[in-house]
């Protein structure tokens, strides 16, 4: 290692070692440029996603016409609403995973920290939720309360924070043991100061490499949903939305789902490959630490 490696901070280390990982850098790359497309692409183009264009209903993609992914069965630019798909289903993946953090993070630090009685009991009300049919609790929220966008970044996130609370959990129990806690306590420092300023601060990796993980997860729950029509309605849509349209037309215009279907595939897999990427990274950083 070079002396500029030597004096690196720990992030600075795993950004290296991401940086060398080509394929999860590829990812980044494609990702970020998804989410701009996502965000001006419809800007850009002359058709919108509402408007219908009754001289090319159904048309196969051309570009002389201007429609380069061809129009659905209502006349609507596919290219345009399979971006705002895109943007719709990147929204909810995050959101939804965020609140999930928002959750199971703060409860699996405080089972881990606590320990003994709490421990326990809190960790038996996550084993008696793993039990339970999450998915179709999501789909009486959805017909009880109707589809509203934000209900959905709400009851998806509820449904995910169970995994990462048990992770949290497990690397708490071993943060707590350590040095800078003990000082901490012994400085006087309250529980949830430590849990504030000492714990959560070092889940930092751990939370990252799930964040990338629990999106596509996230998106696949949403296109699950939309896809049984229990998602995003009309006149917004979504990447789950424009497959299940498109799947109803795939004998005779298979456009309308190859399009948004390989987006959907594109945006997973690229997930997946920073998250793999990512847990490298840290695991390499993790191995180095305990060999020194």
Same mark, same amino acid.
């Given at each position: 290692m070079n002396s500029q490696g030597l004096f690196a901070s720990p992030?600075?280390?795993?950004?290296?070692?991401?940086?060398?990982?080509? +394929?999860?850098?590829?990812?980044?790359?494609? =990702?970020?440029?998804?989410?701009v497309s996502a965000i001006i692409g419809p800007w850009l183009s002359p058709f919108s996603a509402e408007v219908i264009d009754y001289e090319a209903i +159904?048309?196969?993609?051309?570009?002389?016409s201007g429609h380069v992914f061809g129009t659905d069965s209502l006349g609507r630019d596919i290219f345009v609403r399979t971006l705002e798909g895109s943007r719709i289903?990147? +929204?909810?993946?995050?959101? !939804?995973?965020?609140?999930s953090l928002l959750i199971g993070v703060n409860y699996g630090a405080i089972a881990g920290y606590f320990g003994g009685r709490i421990d326990a009991v809190?960790?038996?009300?996550?084993?008696?939720?793993?039990?339970?049919?999450?998915?179709?609790?999501? =789909?009486?929220?959805?017909?009880?309360?109707?589809?509203?966008?934000?209900? =959905?970044f709400i !009851?998806?996130? !509820?449904?995910?924070?169970?995994?990462?609370?048990?992770?949290?959990?497990?690397?708490?129990?071993? =943060?707590?043991?350590?040095?800078?806690?003990? !000082? +901490?306590r012994i400085y006087g420092a309250g529980h949830w100061k430590i849990i504030r300023k000492h714990i959560v601060p070092n889940l930092l990796g751990i939370v990252v490499v799930y964040i990338t993980l629990t999106i596509p997860q996230v998106i696949l729950v949403e296109s699950f949903l939309s896809f049984l029509g229990l998602g995003i309605q009309e006149p917004m849509t979504s990447l789950g939305a424009l497959v299940s349209e498109g799947a109803n037309e795939m004998e005779t215009h298979s456009w309308m789902l190859i399009f948004p279907a390989i987006f959907l595939a594109v945006i997973l897999f690229c997930f997946n490959f920073i998250g793999d990427g990512l847990r490298d990274a840290l695991d390499t950083k993790q191995t180095e630490k305990q060999a020194s």
């Open positions: 992030r600075q280390q795993v950004w290296e070692r991401l940086k060398g990982n080509r +394929a999860a850098m590829i990812a980044v790359a494609i =990702i970020l440029f998804l989410v +159904a048309s196969e993609p051309s570009f002389t289903s990147l +929204a909810i993946g995050l959101v !939804a995973t965020l609140v809190m960790m038996r009300i996550v084993d008696i939720l793993y039990a339970m049919p999450f998915m179709f609790f999501v =789909i009486l929220l959805m017909v009880f309360f109707g589809r509203n966008i934000f209900l =959905i !009851a998806i996130g !509820a449904i995910n924070w169970l995994d990462i609370a048990r992770i949290v959990r497990g690397q708490t129990l071993a =943060i707590k043991q350590q040095a800078y806690v003990e !000082a +901490a």
